[in-house]
């Protein structure tokens, strides 16, 4: 029987993606603890960015399928706790420059307006050799993503407002729609400064508005 690591643990779980912001679990600091017992069972002790995450049973998902890719993994059981509670200090150097940088860029285009805004989804869904999925922009940059957010992303035809977008989203999770809106808004942002949806200006609807 293979000897299983921690270590060997942590590094698939680099690969698994935060649903909220393009940083995988490990750099976010998500993870308080990675125990392998001697018949190679693993516990896991795993935190969120918050308590009302809606992407909360798709994240525990997608960390015990990353574990189980490691060879000789036996059991997996992810235990989500609160304390301590999360903080932007419990994230790697790296992740806190890769935030800092986003939030630089984020800041260009302009902002979404909820009311006219009809979000096209572009680029292309590409899975890979183990099954894991990314969605890749036109300069074939590629960002790893659950299927939540696949669906989102299909979601985006460019007929659909954002107030509907969160509904749909709200039906998928389950959740009340007050849950769901600031994610819905975050996942936007984020998916456009991915080059992964794109906003058409639509600059004369205010102006006609005016006129009248």
């Not at 942590?10 to 679990?25: A, F, G, H, T, Y």
């Not at 516990?43 to 960390?63: S, W, Y």
């Not at 036996?74 to 989500?80: Q, W």
């Not at 299927?147 to 977008?165: H, M, Y």
Request: proline share 6%.
């Amino acid at each position: 029987m293979s000897t299983v690591t921690a270590q060997a643990i942590e590094d698939s779980l680099k690969q698994c993606m935060d649903p909220e912001v393009p940083l995988n679990i490990v750099e976010m600091g998500l993870i308080y603890g990675i125990d392998v017992a001697d018949n190679n069972d693993v516990n896991i002790k795993m935190t969120m960015t918050t308590q009302g995450c809606p992407l909360h049973e798709t994240l525990v998902h997608d960390a015990t399928r990353y574990v189980k890719k490691v060879p000789g993994v036996n059991n997996v059981k992810i235990d989500i706790v609160w304390e301590p509670p999360w903080s932007m200090d419990k994230m790697s150097e790296e992740a806190k420059i890769k935030i800092k940088n986003m939030g630089s860029g984020m800041s260009t285009p302009a902002p979404i307006n909820y009311e006219t805004a009809l979000p096209q989804g572009v680029g292309k869904l590409v899975q890979q050799d183990d099954g894991s999925m990314v969605l890749a922009n036109e300069h074939d940059q590629g960002f790893m993503v659950n299927q939540a957010i696949v669906d989102f992303w299909k979601s985006c035809n460019g007929q659909r407002k954002v107030t509907e977008l969160v509904e749909m989203f709200a039906q998928q999770t389950g959740l009340q729609r007050n849950q769901v809106e600031k994610e819905v808004i975050q996942l936007l942002q984020q998916l456009r400064d991915g080059g992964l949806i794109i906003i058409p200006d639509r600059p004369d609807t205010p102006n006609m508005d005016l006129k009248k």
